[in-house]
């Protein structure tokens, strides 16, 4: 059974660029006899509010979406994501990194050819080689960190080549079974002291809890589809297909984003935009 799931950050109100996600996912589902899910991405409590969590589930239900209950929020589910981070641990894959984005930033900007993934500047690995003593100093003193993945070591655990099957299409085409390159991403944050853990974490641990067997979602995703096989790896968890989509963009060519004020669901159904003018307004 095909099982879909839209997941959005209760951070704003939905514009169209949520809605012709969230509908993809509907109607494959729907197509398929499935089932359709909604997941709040809520582990920014910073900027997470309830009132948008409501002002979502309302345009949703405008658009005529149904969905299961109860939800999955992900702010309910640190144990879980602890749960994966200890195994990672015990596998030496994890390492605290003090390094300030600053930082970061200024030893990229002084290497002539540094590296660049697909999440920007590679991290050069500076706590990669700390020793437990320093570590435990640094973290016994109260100094920030994250938490970072091991790529390299991470790697070396992973048997034969990772693949995943993509059935839309990637920023260049790309369909049909994809190799992945995990190594591209480096060693990536997972944790943060102010967040259980990263959207890479928290995504692939969900998915697979929750039986999702196709991930539907915007093309500007798709190359960090790679790392999250590698983690699924780790983990032992299961691999969904994917589908990733076009995006809706504005007038200027621009994708649409909450930062940009991009105009809301709940604006058009105000302006008295009906369900059938959206779909047709998305090419649906």
């Known amino acids: 059974m095909i099982v879909t799931r839209f997941a959005p950050s209760p951070t704003g109100l939905l514009h169209l660029g949520h809605a012709f996600a969230a509908l993809t996912a509907f109607d494959l589902?729907?197509?398929?006899?499935g089932r359709f899910l909604v997941r709040?991405?809520?582990?920014?409590q910073a900027r997470a509010r309830d009132t948008f969590v409501t002002a979502l589930l309302e345009d949703l239900a405008w658009l005529g979406l149904a969905w299961e209950t109860p939800l999955r929020r992900q702010s309910a589910?640190?144990?879980t994501?602890?749960?994966?981070?200890d195994r990672l641990t015990a596998e030496g894959l994890l390492y605290?990194?003090?390094c300030t984005r600053k930082e970061i930033e200024a030893e990229a900007a002084a290497a002539a050819e540094a590296p660049h993934g697909t999440l920007g500047p590679v991290y050069p690995g500076t706590c990669r080689g700390l020793n437990a003593a320093e570590r435990e100093r640094r973290t016994s003193a109260g100094e920030p960190y994250v938490v970072r993945l091991d790529n390299r070591r991470a790697l070396s655990l992973v048997t034969g080549p990772l693949t995943f099957t993509e059935e839309g299409h990637g920023p260049q085409g790309e369909t049909g079974v994809i190799t992945a390159e995990s190594g591209l991403h480096g060693d990536v944050v997972l944790a943060r002291k102010d967040m259980p853990a990263s959207y890479h974490l928290a995504v692939v641990v969900d998915d697979a809890l929750q039986g999702v067997t196709h991930v539907t979602r915007g093309e500007d995703l798709f190359p960090v589809t790679s790392l999250h096989r590698l983690l699924q790896a780790l983990l032992d968890l299961p691999t969904p297909r994917y589908h990733h989509h076009r995006l809706i963009l504005d007038a200027s060519?621009?994708?649409l984003a909450k930062r940009d004020h991009a105009a809301t669901l709940r604006s058009l159904r105000?302006?008295?935009v009906t369900p059938a003018e959206v779909r047709r307004t998305l090419g649906l």
Do not use: K, M, N, V
Not at 29 to 33: H, I, N
Not at 81 to 85: G, I, P, Q, S, W
């Open 81 to 85: 994501y602890t749960e994966a981070l």
């Open 96 to 98: 605290p990194c003090f």
């Open 77 to 79: 589910e640190a144990a």
């Open 29 to 33: 589902a729907r197509a398929g006899a």
């Open 253 to 255: 060519g621009r994708r």
């Open 40 to 44: 709040i991405d809520d582990l920014d």
């Open 270 to 272: 105000e302006s008295g």
